[in-house]
Each structure stands twice: as C-alpha cells, then as structure tokens.
C-alpha cells in the first residue's frame, strides 16, 4: 500500500518563528488534505489541496503531486499553532491514509 | 450545513465487556464513512470504511466490527474487549469519492 511519511517528526519553535512541515508519499493520489489535531484531539482540516497552492491566514500549503510531495507552511507561530499536524492522502481507493504525523511545540 | 456526531465522548470498560460507538452525520446523503483508531502518542490507524448501507470495507484484523444499518449511521462494535482496544476513536466522513474528510470529537476509551 502506500507510504505517507512526514518530517520533521517534531518541531520546536519560538513564538514568531515561521516553519515548513513536509509530506511525502509514494504513489500518486487523488485526495491530500493537512490537519492540525489539538491538544483535546480534535481534527481540524487546514487545506483540501491534491495539487496546487492555497492559502489561509498564516498558513499556505503547496503540492506537487507529479514529484509526490506537499508542503506546510506556518508564518509566525503562536503558541495556539501547537499540536500534531497530519496530512492523510486517498489513492483509487475510498481509503484515506495518514501521515506518521509532525509534532510542533510553539513558545512564548 | 453538514455535522458530524459521535459519543460517547469518553468511555472507561472492563475487559472482556462488550463496546458500541455510533456515530451519525446530517445534511447529507450517502456519504463516505470511516471509523480510525489512534493510541496514546501515535499516529491514525484506518480500522474500517463503507461507501453504502451494509457496505463495510475492514483494514486490520482484529476485535472490533462495524455496521452501517442506515445511511448516516455507522457503528464500531466489540463483544469482549481487550485490554489493547484502549484508544482515541475517531468517526469521519467524506460527501463522495475523493473529497474532503471530516471528523467527530472522537471517543476516548479506556479499557480497565
């Protein structure tokens, strides 16, 4: 089956810090999303992004789905931006996938 | 607008007790489903997924089922749990074929 593994496995930053979270994965896919789960647990979807760039706020992803690749990119953290952030991927398949995940410590 | 409700929210059992989390979508009609399992530190684990009434798709052997009597309804289910069942359980749902996913609150088990 296919391979999802994210880097760096864990993060720590200053507040105000900017940082890139990386996603590969070793087939092609047709479904990519990232989550930020919370310290409660909670999945919270940050993009919907098979292909292409998007942005939201602080946070902008890229994926290059040709060279099997996404990328998380978080502009001055806040402590809130804590968490373990996911991407999880579909192939031709109904199955979604996740990532081993990145854990990121932001400090005041 | 689509939700998603699952609970409990946390559940503590005895081994060898039997389990039943449900979980139900609204606003929406014959949505993907899937039941995942994260343990304490780790990442998610697929246990189950269904594309329709009575269509359940199993991903890891184990000791847990699932069933999907109704269309918005899915329900993960054990007979005698073990002590390895202790988890986070996430319900989620997708509106179709390679869309996005979304998730529950989760259920956090623990089995005593």
């Known amino acids: 089956g296919i391979q999802v593994e994210q880097s760096p496995p864990d993060l720590i930053l200053q507040e105000g810090a900017n940082s890139t979270l990386r996603c590969n994965f070793s087939d092609s896919v047709n479904n990519l999303q990232w989550f930020h789960q919370n310290p409660w647990g909670q999945l919270i979807n940050l993009f919907y992004?098979?292909?292409g760039t998007k942005q939201n706020g602080r946070l902008s992803a890229t994926t290059v789905a040709t060279e099997r690749y996404s990328l998380l990119y978080i502009s001055s953290s806040q402590t809130t931006d804590s968490g373990v952030y996911f991407c999880?991927?579909?192939?031709?398949?109904?199955?979604?996938?996740f990532g081993t995940g990145t854990r990121l410590q932001v400090f005041p | 607008s689509q939700t998603i409700h699952q609970w409990p929210a946390t559940l503590v059992q005895p081994v060898g007790s039997p389990l039943s989390l449900e979980c139900t979508v609204e606003?929406?009609?014959?949505?993907?489903l899937y039941w995942y399992r994260q343990a304490a530190g780790r990442g998610l684990q697929l246990l189950f997924y269904?594309?329709?009434?009575?269509?359940i798709s199993s991903e890891v052997p184990q000791n847990l089922s699932a069933s999907r009597p109704q269309d918005r309804q899915f329900i993960l289910s054990s007979k005698k749990l073990l002590l390895s069942d202790s988890g986070f359980y996430l319900c989620?749902?997708?509106?179709?074929?390679?869309?996005?996913?979304?998730f529950g609150q989760g259920t956090r088990l623990t089995v005593v």
């Open positions: 606003g929406t009609s014959n949505p993907n």
């Open positions: 992004i098979p292909s």
């Open positions: 269904s594309v329709g009434i009575g269509q």
């Open positions: 989620a749902w997708s509106s179709q074929r390679f869309t996005e996913a979304f």
């Open positions: 999880a991927v579909m192939v031709n398949t109904d199955k979604l996938i």
